[in-house]
């Protein structure tokens, strides 16, 4: 199963003297189980696409199929598949702590599915359950003030209240923006654990290349609400035009990897995305200078 993007063409405010079209005939497959990164400059488009996932925007032309169920359907009569589609899709915005109002954890994670008609006993097996699932123990936190908690730990419980609606898809908008460093991994490890441990579905927005590199499987990259590219990162990070056309650079890594190449290093491998591949590679490449200038010697030529 997928997300389905069909030709997507949004306008804000159309027919009117602030008529702006922001997404331009966008098609794309979101499999199930896949880590796709969403990428541009900003002003590409990036957090309208996001709203058209769950139904919270509905394009101007084309279709978005979550499952196979379109999302803005002409007969009444799918309302109710829509509603269900549309809740298979958590959305978590820029800065979701800033949302975070009630008086202890526990109370604003169960939020979501108080609102949904849960039980008490299924409203508390879900909070535990999401509160578990981004490794912030219960006991410790559930009736803490969510204001008491660092900026990290505040982001992850928005989080869980979205991880308490039991969604098949998590969408994050810039989920590391604002954050310190330590906060910044401690969530792409919940990320991560999210993806890899339950199989969940990530789609998440990002300036951060290396990020990216990180994490994604999938990129899709925006360019004046145009897709410029839809391919795995390795591949989409070594189209250098395609990038900077997007006001995009290819991660830190690989930068590294192609300056090193450049000065002679005999690299089998320029386009490393993350540091253990980029040491990887360069020790190998260390042992074969290594090996080629011992032969040298050995036949008593220059070293």
């Known amino acids: 199963m997928s997300i389905a993007l069909e030709h997507i063409e949004y306008l804000y ?10 997404l331009s005939d966008v098609s794309a497959i979101i499999d199930e189980g896949s880590f796709t990164a969403i990428a541009g400059h900003t ?19 084309g279709r978005v199929l979550v499952d196979g169920v379109d999302l803005q359907p002409a007969d009444k009569k799918m309302r109710r598949a829509v509603k269900e589609a549309r809740h298979k899709v958590g959305m978590v915005f820029q800065y979701p702590e ?14 979501g599915p108080r609102n949904l008609g849960c039980t008490e006993q299924e409203i508390s097996q879900r909070v535990q359950e999401a509160l578990q699932l981004v490794h912030l123990d219960y006991d410790t936190y559930a009736k803490r003030s969510p204001f008491q908690l660092s900026g990290g730990q505040k982001r ?12 098949k898809y ?54 004046q609400g145009r897709l410029v590219c839809d391919d795995v990162p390795k591949h989409a990070f070594a189209q250098e035009a395609m990038l900077r056309e997007a006001g995009l650079r290819p991660p830190h890594v690989m930068k590294l990897m192609q ?9 089998q491998e320029e386009t490393a995305l993350t ?14 200078q290594t090996s080629k200038t011992r032969q040298r010697k050995e036949k008593g030529g220059k070293p």
Do not use: W
Request: charged content about 25%; proline content about 5%; hydrophobic content about 45%.
């Open 259 to 267: 300056d090193l190449c450049a000065a002679g290093l005999p690299l």
């Open 98 to 111: 800033q949302q975070l109002f009630e008086e202890t954890v526990e109370a604003d994670v169960a939020f």
């Open 170 to 223: 998590l969408v994050l908008d810039e989920p590391t923006a604002g954050l310190d460093p330590r906060g910044r991994e401690e969530l792409i490890r919940t990320i991560r654990r999210l993806h890899e441990k339950q199989g969940m579905t990530i789609i998440f927005v990002s300036h951060n290349m290396d990020d990216i590199a990180r994490l994604a499987d999938h990129l899709l990259v925006l360019n």
């Open 13 to 22: 405010m159309p027919k009117t003297p602030f008529e702006r079209q922001a």
């Open 43 to 61: 002003g590409s488009g990036k957090s309208t696409l996001l709203q058209h996932l769950n139904g919270l925007l509905h394009p101007t032309r």
């Open 156 to 167: 992850r419980v928005a989080i869980a209240g979205v991880l308490a609606l039991r969604p």
């Open 275 to 288: 540091m253990h591949e980029a040491m990887d590679e360069i020790l190998a490449a260390y042992r074969r």
